[in-house]
């Protein structure tokens, strides 16, 4: 669409046909350029002209909001593939916590303190609802709606406008009068019947999905990239502070929030001045009262200091304000039943076990399931920072206590013995993978069970072909991330042999690679030549590649070393037996593995528990059937860098530390972790410091990490 400004009519005297003539096509042309922007990297207009149009739409539709709809053109734009960042124009900090009374005795003396008022003069502050949402900020220029912004990082966060002007809450414009320049802060929140009601929805439209508490329903619901999904949520929105503001209403926290209000935003009607810490903790425990029927969630207090002259005498101390604290509620508790336990398999393998609970309500949310951490919490065996039930054991048919407190996952802190039934039974951990009936395996000192079929389970599956792929491993140019997920997903590699009888099955396919989604003729070719390229892969790489526990790549080098072929390395491994009861000090192969320089009985036991699941000896086998391993792979010598000492510092952003040492060893240079008059070449990314200083004063080349990819010839 052509855009040319000069002939638009101003959307004040837009009649209302008009209006939603342009709607529609602004609509399309938003649409249309976020998918040249977002999914094809392609954009065909400036960003003014974009924000031109967006601008336009926004205030077609603060003049006429029964335009925004499910079906409206801005909200039915298609959902981009990310958010766009947007800095903040001042930052959105957090709040310090204060959990006993005291806590806010303290923060009423320090502020004290720090403006030298004595305990005679008041300093009057206000007491208000920490609501359990999320942040929002919204930007008004010139009256009218133009960015909202999640709170990200706290300086930069994410666009959600398209989202935002589909929150009834949300005013799109604002009265006449107001500063050019107003930056509402505040917070959107799913109220508890909406939430409960979107719960049920999405269980009616089946597909097992629902959320699990009203803040994860709102934060869903705000970032969802498709705006006609978050029209479809009952989003609301309070507002308490503020950003940028070219003019300030008034100068109290108080009127601030007043003129919010007199401005059309939602304000939260608790809100109350204070001018005692006695008033502002009964403000806190009456609240805390009637928390439950509130009909939102809340998490605690939130006082600040009401003159806005004095907050900017107390400023900030890293990332909060010395004018403000959050007092936060005590963990809410509820008694209900266990019914069962499940046992889930992380991607690293680990098994951790999930409470199903008799669902309860624990502060206005419903909890149906809690973590159980590991087999010796259920045993009553408490750890690092969980509660201790001294010895107590969790059984299916107790009934138990439950505590959700803030973000914390719900857990079970006390099991209640006297309405024990008589027929339960000790909790029998697996020792079987749930999802792969390989052997799950505890390693001395460790509180969690781990699946030891690290190459055929699926819940680790892809985490590991990543790993096989990764650059340090077998290294393969086109197997990344997203196309181990894809091939996974496809069901074309589900274990590392099957990259290398992809390009045989992959003739038989009814549906060729290269038709598929993300490939082509070329880079289907090219992918099988890189696979092909790697049939010979050093032995060290190969060790390291099978992701085997505590086998890094020094192991892996270690073991390489040792053993000299493949071969060897797995018949030792797999007949090492450890001490046990009549075998004192392990056998033969056990005492050979634990005698290499830098293997210890640790990385021994992660060896014997690898080759001692089937599943793992056959799809080694079926891996050697693919690829040779060779010899361990001999340092270069007639590269650039050969003999060199090399140091890198700063910010890597093409490899990792990791992956540029080995680089370097690979061709020959020695890496060093500090510079000194022996380092030859400085490989320096942004951030660098001393070791730059250092450099200088040695007169030691620096180059940058471009310059170091094109020096060793790897562009
Ligand atoms: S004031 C500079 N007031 O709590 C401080 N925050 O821990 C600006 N929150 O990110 C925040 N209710 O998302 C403020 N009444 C309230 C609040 C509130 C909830 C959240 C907000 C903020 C977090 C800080």
Not at 59 to 76: H, K, M, N
Not at 138 to 159: I, K, M, P, S
Not at 645 to 662: I, N, S, Y
Request: with cysteine; charged share 25%; aromatic share 6%.
């Amino acid at each position: 669409m052509p855009l040319d400004h000069a002939r638009e009519k101003p959307v004040e005297i837009l009649t209302a046909e008009e209006a939603a003539d342009e709607h529609a096509r602004l609509g399309a042309a938003v649409a249309e350029h976020d998918i040249r922007y977002y999914q094809q990297d392609a954009p065909t207009i400036s960003d003014a002209d974009y924000d031109a149009l967006r601008r336009r739409l926004v205030a077609i539709e603060a003049r006429f909001p029964d335009l925004i709809s499910t079906a409206s053109a801005s909200v039915g734009a298609a959902p981009l593939a990310k958010f766009a960042k947007v800095p903040h124009a001042v930052p959105m900090l957090s709040l310090d916590n204060a959990f006993a009374d005291e806590d806010v005795v303290d923060f009423v003396d320090r502020a004290r303190r720090f403006l030298k008022i004595d305990g005679g003069e008041a300093i009057p502050f206000t007491a208000e609802p920490k609501i359990d949402g999320l942040s929002l900020s919204l930007r008004y220029e010139g009256g009218r709606l133009v960015t909202a912004a999640t709170r990200g990082d706290g300086f930069e966060g994410e666009n959600v406008t398209v989202n935002a002007l589909t929150i009834r809450d949300v005013p799109k414009a604002l009265p006449k009068g107001v500063p050019e320049i107003v930056e509402i802060r505040g917070e959107c929140y799913m109220a508890h019947a909406d939430f409960e009601a979107l719960n049920a929805r999405m269980a009616a439209a089946g597909g097992g999905k629902s959320f699990a508490n009203p803040r994860n329903a709102a934060a869903g619901s705000l970032r969802q990239l498709d705006p006609k999904i978050t029209a479809s949520r009952p989003l609301r929105f309070f507002a308490y502070a503020w950003g940028e503001m070219s003019a300030m209403p008034a100068e109290t926290q108080m009127g601030m929030v007043e003129a919010f209000a007199d401005w059309g935003l939602p304000t939260n009607p608790r809100m109350t001045l204070c001018t005692t810490v006695e008033e502002a903790l009964a403000f806190y425990h009456a609240l805390e009262t009637d928390r439950a029927g509130l009909g939102y969630d809340i998490d605690g207090v939130v006082y600040k200091v009401n003159s806005l002259a004095l907050q900017n005498r107390l400023g900030f101390v890293s990332r909060s304000p010395r004018w403000a604290i959050a007092h936060k509620f005590a963990a809410e508790q509820a008694v209900t039943v266990l019914n069962g336990i499940d046992i889930q398999v992380g991607r690293t393998g680990a098994l951790t076990p999930v409470a199903k609970l008799q669902p309860v309500t624990v502060g206005g949310v419903v909890v149906s399931n809690a973590t159980l951490h590991n087999e010796d919490y259920i045993r009553g065996i408490g750890g690092d920072g969980l509660p201790i039930r001294d010895g107590v054991d969790i059984r299916v048919g107790d009934t138990v206590v439950v505590q959700r407190a803030g973000d914390v996952i719900p857990q079970i802190v006390s099991v209640m013995l006297d309405r024990r039934p008589a027929d339960a039974e000790p909790y029998r951990f697996p020792t079987l993978c749930p999802v792969c009936g390989s052997h799950a395996v505890r390693e001395e000192g460790e509180a969690v069970r781990r699946c030891t079929g690290g190459l055929i389970c699926s819940a680790q599956a892809v985490e590991r072909i990543r790993h096989f792929v990764s650059r340090n491993a077998f290294d393969i140019e086109g197997l990344g991330e997203k196309q181990v997920q894809a091939f996974y997903e496809w069901g074309l590699i589900k274990e590392p042999a099957d990259i290398f009888t992809l390009e045989a099955r992959d003739a038989n396919q009814l549906q060729r690679l290269r038709n598929r989604d993300g490939f082509g003729e070329t880079s289907a070719r090219n992918l099988f030549a890189a696979i092909n390229d790697r049939r010979s892969i050093a032995l060290n790489r190969f060790i390291f590649a099978l992701g085997i526990r505590h086998v890094g790549e020094t192991n892996a080098k270690r073991l390489a070393r040792h053993f000299g072929t493949v071969e060897a390395f797995r018949d030792t491994a797999q007949a090492a037996r450890p001490p046990g009861p009549e075998l004192l000090k392990g056998n033969d192969a056990w005492v050979e593995l634990i005698d290499i320089e830098g293997i210890g009985g640790v990385v021994a036991e992660a060896l014997v528990d690898f080759f001692d699941e089937p599943h793992n000896r056959d799809a080694f086998a079926r891996l050697l059937e693919q690829v040779t391993p060779q010899p361990l792979e001999a340092a270069s010598t007639d590269s650039p860098v050969a003999g060199k000492t090399v140091v890198f510092t700063g910010t890597l952003v093409r490899m990792t530390r990791d992956e540029a040492k080995a680089m370097a060893e690979r061709l020959g240079a020695k890496v060093a972790g500090s510079v000194s008059k022996k380092t030859d070449l400085v490989v320096a990314g942004p951030g660098a410091g001393s070791k730059l200083k250092a450099a200088a004063e040695h007169n030691i080349e620096v180059i940058d990490e471009d310059g170091w990819f094109t020096l060793v010839g790897a562009d």
